[in-house]
């Protein structure tokens, strides 16, 4: 294995850190309890669990910490990273499991040292070239014939995939946030050249009353060579 690489430059990143500073407790209350609610996503996460139960797993861009605790709960290793300080700090008082702030970028992680990583949503927030940084960096990390699983929005009635919002308000506090809708297909090719292979792909529309009225995509991705 070798050394985790210096951390690379990534123009978003403070505002991007910032913001959820910001809003990270509000983000808890409202989105960190949204999975009850959906049962297509605890499917995967379970499938996920079990699939990465031999070793360490990474939730990277944990957020709350909502999907690590789901994770822990179903026997996995877990450890959960994420951009913004304030987030992690909401994630180890509400769920005791360990968190630290990263750059998915730059993952603090020893190569080929994790079983599976989880991206719950927060591939949304980096440009087409960050993406492919963060993908080289899942490469790296995983070890042969472990697996990622993916999450992202596609979609909206304003927006079509490849297209981005931008927020610079959100529940009444002040942020400078980029979403992005990703195209699966755009995706696939992109994780395929940092060496890692689609193994799954399901796309669903939104549950209604639960969540943001989005459609999403799930990616499970396996990095190449023997496990």
Known sequence: MTNPPSPQQNPAAPATR???DTVAERYAADIGAELPGKPLD?????????VTRHGPVADVGCGPGHATAHLAGRGAAVTGLDLSP?????ARRGTGLPFAVADMTALPLRSGSLT???????????DPP??????????RVLRP???ALLAFHTSTADARPGESAHFSDWWDHPVDLTFHFLDPATETTSLTDAG???TAHLDRAPYPGVEHPSRR???LVRRDGEG
């Open 196 to 198: 890692l292979t689609v």
């Open 145 to 147: 014939g472990g697996h």
């Open 42 to 50: 605890r499917a995967l996460l379970d499938a996920f669990a079990e």
């Open 18 to 20: 910032r913001s959820y």
């Open 116 to 126: 599976g990583l989880l991206c719950w949503y927060a591939l949304i927030h980096l």
């Open 86 to 90: 304030g987030m992690c700090a909401v």
């Open 217 to 219: 995509s799930y990616l």
């Open 130 to 139: 960050r993406r492919a940084a963060a993908y080289a960096e899942f490469a």
